[in-house]
């Protein structure tokens, strides 16, 4: 992890336009092709939803912007974010769920 010097960042403008909203963040949505993970997942008789999250993780990681995040005493550089996910439960009932990042699919 690396605390940015927001001074001479250059996003130093984009932050401090957003940096006092309630929820500095959007959303995107598009359409992914995920035939492929399917595919995989179905040939090695594991998790499909394992698979995507790895695959997303794994494209997050990959872009330094997604890496950013806001602390109380600056911005942060993370070498890796993790996913956080919910699970539904045997009860019906869900629950939050974090996993560490491995760039190894097979951890």
């Known amino acids: 992890m690396k605390k940015i010097d927001i001074e001479t960042w ?16 959007y959303s995107v949505t598009f359409p992914v092709d995920v ?9 090695k008789d594991v998790s499909f939803f394992g698979v995507m999250t790895h695959a997303v993780m794994h494209s997050i990681n990959q872009i ?5 995040r806001i ?12 996913p956080d996910y919910t699970v539904l ?4 009932l869900f629950y939050f769920a974090e996993t560490a990042y491995q760039d190894d699919l097979a951890g």
């Open 10 to 25: 250059n996003r130093n403008k984009h932050f401090k336009l957003f940096k006092d909203c309630d929820h500095p963040h």
């Open 35 to 43: 035939t492929g993970i399917r595919k995989y997942a179905k040939e």
């Open 64 to 68: 330094k912007e997604f890496c950013y």
């Open 71 to 82: 602390r109380p005493d600056g911005v942060v550089l993370h070498d890796a974010v993790n």
């Open 89 to 92: 439960a045997d009860d019906q």
